[in-house]
């Protein structure tokens, strides 16, 4: 089974990736440690200045279609090539015990998402492999409030790191992981 499990993270990293290689990304890890209370207390202060009415969901079968469509609204203001994720695909991603997608919802409207899976020998590393947010909802709070969900979610099962890669040529969004207490290994 755990064949299986790779074969499902590297469809998923592919898709994400756009096929670029790793000298386009870079790559970077966030110790669990390092999110302090005070750390964790700074981002919910500056989320909540931000949108207030954010509610976050783990994926469920029926969100494909919507997933999609938020994956395809987000991806066409980056300057990166977009490639949708199949049906097929998500349905078998979104069964992966080891995959989680997120959906943020803000005033009862699908927004965001997040796409986290475990790694490492002892599954012990959480991988933030995507994180998107609506252009007109970006800068608003939405990506720290998700950031904060997912790192909520990885402490609850114990991870000792967290990892992610950001394409060079995604300035914002490499600034915004710095902002969630990343940095480049």
Known sequence: ??????????????????????????????????????????????????????KIR?????????FQKLHELIWQNTHMRYKPFSSDLLRDLIKDP??????AQV?????????????????DVGVVAALGVLPTLQGKGLGTI?????WEFFKNKGLKELHCRVSKE???????????????Y
């Open 1 to 54: 089974m755990e064949w299986f499990r790779s074969l499902l993270q590297k469809m998923l990293a592919e898709t994400l990736d756009d096929l670029k290689s790793d000298s386009d990304y870079i790559k970077m890890k966030l110790p669990i440690e390092k999110i302090t209370n005070q750390f964790e207390k700074s981002l919910k202060i500056r989320a909540e200045h931000g949108i207030i009415n954010a």
């Open 58 to 66: 783990e994926a469920k079968l029926s969100d494909i279609e919507i």
């Open 98 to 103: 080891n995959i989680t997608f997120l959906i």
């Open 107 to 123: 005033d009862g409207i699908d927004s965001g998402f997040g796409i986290v899976y475990f790694t490492g020998n002892k599954k």
């Open 146 to 150: 998700l950031g904060l969900k997912i």
């Open 170 to 184: 995604n300035k914002n969004g490499y600034k915004f992981i710095r902002s969630l207490g990343f940095e480049e």
